[in-house]
């Protein structure tokens, strides 16, 4: 315990970097988008539309996602936000970087495709999912800071006692 309190003492002082921040925003916004085209494959397996499960429609699906996200992050910056400090404008911030996803994504599936059945439900899947994964880990990340500082705290505040004794007297701070 002692040893990973002192590899996470240097993360109160220190911020994360802003690239590791835009890969891991970048790799949750694929992910929501993997799970969104899996359930959509999955959903419209049997309703004889054979576009949804073509390689080229995934591709088209998880391509612009990724160009997307890149660009939402790049044009919000929300990749340079403290992430322990965030407020209600850091969310609205995270919220245009989807929508800048999900922008791109319609731009390129209307384009290739056209108007799909199922398709603006798919878009909207993907937004909140990707919005709940954004959202989601920021939160957990203030909580567990939240929960290391205070449990840190709790030990710095600590007094050492010497007893040498068994009376009352016996102790020393």
Request: no cysteine; proline share 2%; net charge positive.
């Amino acid at each position: 315990m002692s040893n990973l309190r002192k590899y996470l003492s240097r993360y109160i002082d220190d911020y994360l970097d802003p690239r590791l921040i835009f890969i891991i925003d970048l790799g949750l916004s694929l992910v929501a988008s993997i799970i969104t085209l899996l359930v959509v494959v999955y959903t419209t397996k049997y309703s004889g539309d054979p576009i949804y499960g073509t390689r080229t429609f995934a591709l088209l699906w998880l391509i612009p996602a990724l160009v997307g996200t890149a660009l939402g992050i790049f044009v919000t910056s929300i990749n340079k936000i403290i992430i322990r400090y965030s407020s209600m404008k850091d969310l609205m911030k995270i919220m245009l970087a989807v929508l800048i996803k999900a922008l791109v994504m319609v731009v390129v599936i209307l384009a290739r495709f056209g108007f799909l059945r199922g398709w603006l439900l798919a878009f909207l899947g993907d937004i909140a999912l990707t919005l709940v994964f954004l959202v989601g880990v920021r939160i957990l990340m203030m909580v567990a800071y939240e929960i290391y500082t205070h449990k840190t705290k709790d030990l710095l505040d600590r007094k050492r006692v010497l007893v040498y004794g068994t009376s009352d007297k016996a102790v020393a701070a």
